[in-house]
């Protein structure tokens, strides 16, 4: 079981990017597939998840609105889409399977 984020960058306050998990040795619409974040010097924080036949998705109060997850059941991956991007929202992006599997995180940064 292997999970590889990707789409990280710098992006201007105000500005959109879009990150990708995708899935390898499981099906991701199988599992719940979380995504979580970590700033600088601070502890890991829940962003969203995506679950069930539907594709059920949850999000973090600090993000509801601005962020939307879903997942390409043919692709084997989910995407986070970021938008309004404030300065608060930098940090390590890392998704999460089964609650034991962990990728090796894309950098966010949200600066001007």
């Known amino acids: 079981v292997q999970v590889v984020e990707s789409g990280g960058g710098l992006v201007s306050p105000g500005g959109s990017l879009t990150l990708s998990c995708a899935g390898f040795?499981?099906?991701?619409?199988?599992?719940?597939i979380n995504w979580y974040r970590q700033a600088p010097g601070m502890g890991r924080e829940w962003v969203a998840a995506?679950?069930?036949?539907?594709?059920?998705?949850k999000y973090a109060d600090s993000v509801k609105g601005r962020f939307t997850i879903s997942r390409d059941n043919a692709k084997n991956t989910v995407y986070l889409q970021m938008s309004s991007l404030k300065s608060e929202d930098t940090g390590l992006y890392s998704c999460?399977?089964?609650?034991?599997?962990w990728g090796q995180g894309t950098q966010v940064t949200v600066s001007s």
């Open positions: 999460n399977v089964m609650g034991a599997y």
């Open positions: 040795g499981f099906a991701i619409s199988a599992y719940s």
């Open positions: 995506i679950f069930g036949a539907a594709g059920t998705a």
